[in-house]
Every structure is written in structure tokens, then in C-alpha cells.
């Protein structure tokens, strides 16, 4: 058996789905953008079932970030609402998975994609509302400015318009419990607003089909890449409700990736007495 109950064989099956669907969204991205390149800042948004909110969000991400153009790129997970209508009427570039694998299978397809196609930096911002693609060049700019490789948008740090005091709480302890295994003050480690150098992308090391945001920056961390933070607003979705199930599971299931990608990264965690590898 392998670690977390997972034999070999199952493991090696997932993997091989995982592949095969990821390889077929590359293959949709080509047939619809035959020859394309990415602008030096890409802004990513992995999408399920968002064809209502996704458009205005797609229409507030900036064309430039002072001289360098932006391309947008959404990942549509799966789903039947025609996601991917709504990407191609506004314009942005699109890849759809066949199935629904997770969000984070959509952004490894993505970060491939950017890598593969001339990216330089990567913006991730959620298709539902939450994330004010106008804040953008904000979040971005300790990136350009060459004071960080890593920044994530932080809700503690600016305002939080959303009524949940259970997820509150929990962004409080996940912070302080990542803070302490990557020896850098964080204080919103579950937001999936954040932007980042390629190299990161290239260097760090993920698995998780979902919840993957803790993975990253465990990893960044153990790479030994500098975090940042800058404030944001975060708003109550635009309509529906998250996909990622209600706070007792959402909390497990984040508790989980931590313990995993913790255990993985022992011996290059500061908290866990590790030494980060040298980017």
C-alpha cells in the first residue's frame, strides 16, 4: 500500500485518467486555437459550470500590464452549461477537459499551457465573482518589481465581503498552520487569487486534483521561492453556490492536502526543522 491508503495500481490508474483527460484538453485548446502563443502575463481562470458569471469577470481582466500585453486563458472543467460559449463570445482563449476532474488537474493543464506557450507570468483569478480582475496589476506588481516570486491576494489584509464565519476561521488557522511550515507570514493561504513567476510553475511539484492551493505553496515554499501577500476585496459569488462542498468537508479535505504535501515536503520545510532547496 502506499501512503494515505492508496495502492499502487489504484494510484497508477488515476494517473493514467488524469493524463488522458489532460492530454484531450490540450488537444481541444489546439483545435480551437490552431498556432496560438500567450502574452507575457497570462491571466488563468479554471472554470465549472460558470457560463452565469464567468463573462463579467472576463470582461474586467486589463488588455496591459504597463508594457506587456495580457492574454487570457480559462480551462472549462467539464460540465454541460456551455462555459466555453460564453470564453469564445468574449474572445478569451479556451481549453475544455471532456469530464470533471478537479481544479486542480484544470490548472496543471493551464500552467502547461502557459509554459509551453511563452508565458512569462501567470495571474490565476476565479470564474465566479469572487476575484476583482482589476486588481490584477496590483497583485502583480512585487512579481515584476523583482520582490517576490510568488503573491497571493490576501482577504485578512483587505476586506472580507462575505457573511461565512465558519470560513473566516478557518483562513485564520490554515494561515497560521502554513505560516509555520513555510517559515513566511501568510494570512490567507486558501485564496486562489495569486500571481507568480514561471519558474515556479516549472520547479514545484503538485498531485492534488483538488484543492491544490495549499500544495502550491507548501511547495513554492520548499523550493525555496519568496512569498507575498497584498490586500484584496473578496466578494460573495456573483450567483450559485462553490463547488467545493460545505465547510466541514471543504475543511477536511484542505486539512488533508496540507498533511500530504506536508509529509512529501518534510525535509524542506523550515517548520519541520527542513532546508528549502535553492531556486
Known sequence: MTSWGRDAAT???QAAVRDLVMGLGRQDFERRHPGARLAPVVVLITAYEEADNIGPVLDAVPAAIGDLAVSTLVVVDGGHDGTEDVVAARGALCARLPVNMGQGVALRLGYRLCDELGARYVVTVDADGQNDPREVPGLLAPVLAG????VVASRRLGQDRTADRFRRAGVVVFSALLSWLTGQRL?????????????VLRAVRLEQDQYQTAELLLSAAACGFRLAERPTVWHPRASGHS?????????????????????????RLPGLGGRPALP
Open 187 to 199: 494570512t490567507d493561504t486558501s485564496n486562489g487569487f495569486r500571481a507568480l513567476r514561471i519558474e
Open 147 to 150: 520582490e517576490a516570486d510568488f
Open 243 to 267: 463547488k467545493k462542498g460545505g465547510n466541514l468537508w471543504f475543511g477536511f479535505r484542505y486539512a488533508s492536502v496540507i498533511a500530504r504535501t506536508a509529509w512529501r515536503e518534510r525535509r
Open 11 to 13: 494510484v497508477r490508474r
